[in-house]
Nanobody, 122 residues
């Protein structure tokens, strides 16, 4: 089992930045690709970014969001800059053994965190 705990969400004004963290415990963190999803109110959950154990990345919010990981700390990060109101969502961390370079992940991830809320105000 892998337990994932997200943190770093909150309220931020448009144009601001936040860094989300997801800390894993349990099985070997470095064996897993780590993925961020988000779900906005009334919308389906969508892929945001993924990173392999070796640091290869896939992302859907190019130029504003950056995913990174620290295997020594069992933590994956999502740096979010130039935030917009449409970025408001619950952000979820997930783990899977397969890194998909095109980011074609779905809800069938092996492990999920409970999510952290990001609210971007005007």
């Amino acid at each position: 089992q892998v337990q994932l705990v997200e943190s770093g969400g909150g309220l931020v004004q448009a144009g601001g930045s936040l860094r989300l963290s997801c800390t894993a415990s349990g099985r070997t963190f470095s064996n897993y690709a780590m993925v961020w999803f988000r779900q906005a109110p009334g919308k389906e959950r969508e892929f945001v970014a993924a990173i392999s154990w070796s640091g290869d990345r896939a992302d859907s919010v190019k130029g504003r969001f950056t995913i990174s990981r620290d295997n020594a700390k069992n933590t994956v990060y999502l740096q979010m800059n130039s935030l917009k109101p449409e970025d408001t969502a619950v952000y979820y961390c997930a783990a899977d053994r397969v890194f998909r370079s095109l980011g074609d992940y779905d809800d069938g991830m092996e492990y999920w965190g409970k999510g952290t809320l990001v609210t971007v105000s005007l």
